[in-house]
Structures are given as C-alpha cells and as structure tokens.
C-alpha cells in the first residue's frame, strides 16, 4: 500500500497539528477578524450617522433606563437636569489625542428623578498624577446634547479610590460610578459634546479607519490552506521517489528496429556456433 506511511507517528502528528490550525483558521481566527471588521465597520456608520442626524429626546432612543448597544451608541440625545457636583469622580490615567489626560464624571438627575453619568470631558494633569483646578459644573437646572456611550469594562472589577482629594476610577462604567458615589446610575454615559453647559474639553471623536480586520480575516483563510497545501506537498515528495524507483525497475520495450537487430544478432551466433562445431 503507497500510503501506508500515513500511518507513521510523525506523519500522524504533523496531519492532525495541520488539521487543527487549519480549523482554527477557518472556524475561529478568521470569523473572529470578520465580526471586529463589521463591528468597527457599524461604528463608523454609527458615528458618520450622528454628523447628520439632529439630537433626539433621550426617552426616545434609550426608553426606560435601556443600556446602550451598537445600534444607538454615538448617537446624540437630549435631556433636562442638574448637576450633582457632590458625587462627581474623575477617570484614571485616561488618553486623549495621544496625551495623558483625566476625564471628568459628574452625575446628572433628570427631570423624571432619575440619574445618568455625564462625561463633561477632559483636563490634563499637572505635576505626573495630580488633577489641575478645572470649573464646576453649573448649579442651575439645564438641557444638554451628549453622546451615547456604552459603559467601559475593567476587567479586575476596581472599586473608586480616593487621590488627591478627589474620587477616581479606572474605567467610565456608571455602576462602578453609581456604587462609590451613592447614587443610582442607569447603564451607559453622556459624553457631552462642544458648547454644553458644564463643558470642559469635549472628547473628540474616534477616526473613521477601516482597519486591518478584513486583511487579516484573509490571511488567516490562507495561512489554513497553506498549511493543507504543505501537507499535500510533502506526500506527494514522499511517493515520488518509489515512483522513480519502479520506473527504474521496469524492463524498456524495443522498438520494431530494436528487436529485428536482435533476431539478427541471434542468429549470426548461432551460425557462428555451428561453423565452430563443425571444425
């Protein structure tokens, strides 16, 4: 049987590695780049979307208390409140446009007795950790237009921590927010945008970059059909030489000329045979 090497441990081994890389890439890896690719994709769409469309009462997008998703995050909202400047927090070791910065967390109660989290935007630091004075945020009842964002995840769970005479904490999460501060937060934060009241700097917006994720799903398909395509070749590489070996082995056929110059050569030796026995 040809393939009976098949059956060898290293060859066992190297089948079933290539079989499950090539899974992976086919199944997993490159699935995977392809979600990033349409969720980065709906983003910009979300984004470009919010340009254009004109703010909308909050009660209208997110009714409820809903938690912002894909479909209504970035867009923009209104509503009417004020500030709670007693519980504002401020966001740990932040970036923006590529410098250090801290954001500025204020709840907000709404007309209806509910809370959200305001984002009133960014403030560098001053001398590495600590936070500069920067302006409170108005004390009379107003409107605001803010974005929608989805709460940020710390994945080790950090409660607030106390630093500088201020409340801080590591990701812009509402209920982390609403726990440390003692006020009841609904999912999600309003990042305010440009010439709201209680406006620091507003937080621009992410670029509008495709991204690699739709090369890279790619790739991946090709990485798992080189790895079948290599297997594929070494088999081949690994019968060749018994191909070669049998067609050495495998007696040549004469042409018509061939053989009519053998029968001669035969029977001028038996010829030759005969005259000698004769003598």
Same mark, same amino acid.
């Given at each position: 049987?040809?393939?009976?090497?098949?059956?060898?441990?290293?060859?066992i081994?190297?089948?079933?590695?290539?079989?499950?890389? +090539?899974?992976?890439?086919?199944?997993?890896?490159?699935?995977?780049?392809?979600?990033?690719?349409?969720?980065?994709?709906a983003?910009?769409?979300?984004?470009?979307?919010? *340009?254009?469309?004109?703010?909308?009462?909050?009660?209208?997008?997110?009714?409820?208390?809903?938690?912002?998703?894909?479909?209504?995050?970035? &867009?923009?909202v209104?509503?009417?409140?004020?500030?709670?400047?007693?519980?504002?927090?401020?966001?740990?070791?932040?970036?923006?446009?590529?410098?250090?910065?801290f954001?500025?967390?204020?709840?907000?109660?709404? !007309?209806?007795?509910?809370?959200?989290?305001? !984002?009133?935007?960014?403030?560098?630091?001053?001398?590495?950790?600590?936070?500069?004075?920067?302006?409170?945020?108005?004390?009379r009842?107003?409107?605001?237009?803010?974005?929608?964002?989805?709460? /940020?995840? !710390?994945?080790?769970?950090?409660?607030?921590? /106390?630093?500088?005479g201020?409340?801080?904490?590591?990701?812009?999460? &509402?209920?982390?927010?609403?726990?440390? &501060?003692?006020?009841?937060?609904?999912?999600?934060? *309003?990042?305010?945008?440009?010439?709201?009241?209680?406006?620091l700097?507003?937080l621009?917006?992410?670029?509008? !970059?495709?991204?690699?994720?739709? &090369?890279?799903a790619?790739?991946?398909?090709?990485?798992?059909?080189?790895?079948?395509?290599?297997?594929?070749?070494?088999?081949? %590489?690994?019968?060749?030489?018994? /191909?070669? %070996?049998?067609?050495?082995?495998?007696?040549?056929?004469? +042409?018509? %000329?061939?053989?009519?110059?053998?029968?001669?050569?035969?029977?001028? /030796?038996?010829?030759?045979?005969?005259?000698?026995?004769?003598?």
């Amino acid at each position: 049987m040809r393939l009976k090497f098949l059956l060898r441990p290293g060859w066992i081994g190297l089948i079933v590695l290539v079989v499950v890389f +090539s899974s992976l890439c086919f199944t997993l890896l490159a699935p995977w780049q392809f979600r990033r690719n349409e969720e980065n994709q709906a983003q910009n769409d979300a984004i470009t979307q919010s *340009f254009h469309a004109p703010p909308r009462p909050l009660a209208e997008v997110l009714p409820g208390g809903k938690a912002p998703d894909q479909r209504t995050e970035w &867009s923009r909202v209104t509503f009417r409140g004020h500030y709670l400047p007693q519980a504002e927090v401020l966001g740990w070791q932040r970036t923006v446009q590529g410098e250090p910065a801290f954001e500025v967390l204020t709840p907000f109660r709404l !007309d209806d007795g509910t809370s959200l989290l305001v !984002d009133r935007g960014y403030v560098r630091p001053v001398n590495g950790t600590h936070a500069p004075a920067y302006d409170p945020p108005p004390p009379r009842e107003g409107t605001l237009t803010a974005r929608i964002r989805a709460d /940020e995840q !710390d994945s080790k769970h950090r409660p607030l921590f /106390e630093h500088d005479g201020h409340r801080w904490a590591y990701a812009v999460n &509402s209920q982390t927010v609403g726990q440390g &501060s003692g006020v009841a937060l609904r999912p999600g934060y *309003f990042a305010l945008v440009e010439g709201q009241p209680g406006v620091l700097g507003a937080l621009p917006l992410p670029q509008l !970059d495709s991204g690699p994720f739709f &090369s890279y799903a790619l790739q991946w398909i090709a990485f798992g059909i080189m790895a079948i395509a290599g297997v594929g070749y070494l088999v081949y %590489a690994e019968l060749r030489p018994e /191909e070669q %070996a049998g067609a050495v082995r495998k007696p040549r056929r004469m +042409s018509v %000329a061939e053989a009519v110059a053998e029968d001669e050569r035969r029977e001028r /030796e038996e010829l030759e045979r005969r005259a000698a026995e004769r003598e």
